[in-house]
């Protein structure tokens, strides 16, 4: 069941005032953007954020998940609970490296 255009609407808007947020479709799921830097992964209607030190003492009580086949295991995150949510961000975003620029292909 792949994630519905509401459903990360609703992520998006819980997260809200944390910074620049946008979200990406890929392969039928969304990656969602804080200030250009992944933070978010949805997956099936689930809130997936990576595994990290820094949210071990903020996350230790969350379920684990894996958001697709061969995937790390990342934390689940309730994102109902909006101040929890913002806070992980506030946590994860200055951790966080900018994606690496694509090469540009050669045509010859």
Do not use: W
Request: charged letters at 25%.
């Amino acid at each position: 069941m792949a994630t519905s255009v509401d459903y990360i609407e609703y992520v998006v808007a819980q997260i809200a005032g944390c910074g620049a947020v946008g979200y990406k479709k890929m392969f039928g799921e969304y990656m969602v953007y804080v200030n250009d830097k992944p933070l978010l992964l949805v997956c099936d209607d689930t809130v997936f954020v990576k595994t990290h030190l820094c949210l071990d003492g903020l996350m230790s009580g969350a379920e684990r998940g894996f958001p697709y086949s061969g995937a790390k295991e990342h934390y689940v995150l309730d994102i109902d609970d909006a101040e929890l949510a913002l806070r992980v961000i506030a946590t994860l975003e200055p951790v966080t490296p900018f994606p690496k620029p694509k090469k540009k292909k050669i045509i010859s």
